[in-house]
């Protein structure tokens, strides 16, 4: 792999990688299978030295990467937060990532962190109040971030805006990139009740930077997004037809709860990259 | 309402319980659905915490520890988007809390934990290589300043908590039997290699290095070692510091920025 590809400007390429979790850390290194990229949380790698560290780097040097936040609380009333949101440029400057990524969620507020992605009111009031963080984000980090669509259980009665319309309003505003995680708005649509075809037609397509696809789990009152699953069938058909409208796109196998074998992680790439190599249009250059 | 209103409504129903607070959301199945939010607040604040104290999980039990880790949630909001900063007053908190009373050597483990958890994310550094001493001329040690390897931490305990800590790892094969009455300790908790490390230290070695992370000149730091272990040889005590990086460099007062 080139030094190149390792600059921040170069994309990764249109297919499939899937998250490193620290279970996986020597299989990945004594295997480096075949991936288009990997993406860590970055909160992971806050600290300043130790194991995550030395891991990261060594796949680093193999795999271009992607930094995904959990804490910054993009959406919070609060001031944002400057020592979190200095971490995170620490780390940015240190391992250079292809992509950088946060929640187009809150998860604080008055100082206590509830560690869950929580969802906004979708209003004008709250399009502008997160757009507007996502910029000081920008600025401070001197490079474009995508903001990932939450998956929800419940839905505000002050909302004003159907969440695919908070979601684009969002993106355009802000002048930020899109993580389109299909699972999540596939989750919502079961959840409130609507139509994830009317979701993914308004998605802005030359926006979207990455996918994320994860499985979830049935409870009593709705579908939650426990990331401890297989990708489900009708999330595969919605990636599909998503591919179809947005074109290919880095795609990412999410694992965060009951982490199975690399191996469940490397075969749902695969299917993803089966899907991704359909849509390659002639000509381009799929890495 | 304002959307700090909200979610300061949010926060709380959250964290305090209760009647989940419907007012906010067009769902008819709001409070089970808000259940599912409230059961992943605690479950992400339970398991952080196991994740750091997995030695209390087993003296515990799960069960038990579950039970702990939900009384200190109620009092402890977390403080960081970093989920690894919570948990750092569980040692003190235990020291409080009923059911644990019996056991006063709880809270040290807790401790040693603590320490563990973050000597395991610190920086890197090189050590300090014998031969530097070396080339010192003995007539400046007085005033070298030796400063420890980030990764450092040190407690004094009354009880044998290395010895609980052992035999509470995971891999422990021995003899599982702690004796409580076996006395005290002290200990560096340090990160080697990959793994972390617990050296008992004598108690003129250990005031040695709590000088040096004080910022003591070598002067001040054996008189304080030597107070608490009059028959000490400093020399040696600096040795097994240098010999086991514990040291990474050191400050002279007429070599500014240090000579490693």
Known sequence: MTAALHSAAVAIPARAGIGLRHPHYREMLARRPRLAFLEVHSENYFGAGGPP????????????????????????ADPL???????????????????????????????????????????????????????????TLGREILVENVSSYVQYAASTLSEWAFVAAVVGEAGCGLLLDVNNFYVNAVNHGFDPYEYLAAMPAERVREIHLAGFDRAEACLVDTHGNPVA??????????????????????????????????????????????????????? | ?????????????????????????????????????????LANLTEALRDVYPVLDRLLGPDCFTGAARAYIA??????????????????????LGPARGYAYLPDVARLEWLAHEAFHAAEAEPLALRRLGEIPPARYDTLRFRLHPSVRLLASAYPVQRIWQVNQPDHAGDPQVDLDAGGVRLAVYREGLLIALLPLSPGTYRLAEGC????????????????????????????????????????????????
């Open chain 2, 75 to 96: 009092g402890h909001p977390s403080a960081s988007g970093d989920l690894h900063d919570y948990g750092a007053a569980f040692a003190e908190f235990l020291g409080h």
């Open chain 2, 1 to 41: 309402m304002s959307l700090a209103a909200l979610q300061h409504k949010v926060v709380t129903g959250l964290h305090r319980g209760g009647p989940a607070p419907c007012q906010l959301f067009a769902d008819s199945r709001c409070e089970a659905r808000f259940a599912v939010y409230r059961a992943s607040y």
């Open chain 1, 233 to 287: 069938d009708p999330v595969w058909v919605l990636y599909r037809d998503a591919i179809a409208r947005l074109g290919p796109r880095p795609t990412l196998i999410e694992w965060d709860t009951d982490i199975p074998p690399l191996d469940t992680l490397l075969a749902e790439a695969a299917k993803a990259d089966r899907i991704l190599e359909r849509h390659h249009e002639p000509g381009r250059a799929a890495a």
């Open chain 1, 53 to 76: 560290h030395h891991y990261l780097e060594q796949l680093r040097a193999d795999y271009p990467l992607s930094l995904h936040g959990v804490g910054l609380s993009l959406g919070s």
């Open chain 2, 213 to 260: 992370a004080g910022g003591a000149d070598f002067a001040a730091a054996c008189g304080q070692a030597l107070e608490a272990e009059p028959e000490l040889d400093p020399g040696e005590a600096l040795y097994t510091l240098i010999h086991h990086k514990l040291l990474v460099d050191m400050n002279n007062e007429e070599e500014e920025g240090g000579i490693s």
């Open chain 1, 81 to 139: 937060d400057r020592v979190h949101l200095a971490k995170l440029k620490t780390l940015v400057e240190r391992y250079r990532p292809e992509l950088v990524s946060e929640h187009l969620c809150w998860t604080s507020v008055g100082g206590m962190h509830t560690h869950d992605l929580l969802p906004l009111p979708y209003t004008e009031e709250a399009v502008r109040h997160v757009a507007g963080r996502i910029r000081q984000v920008q600025d």
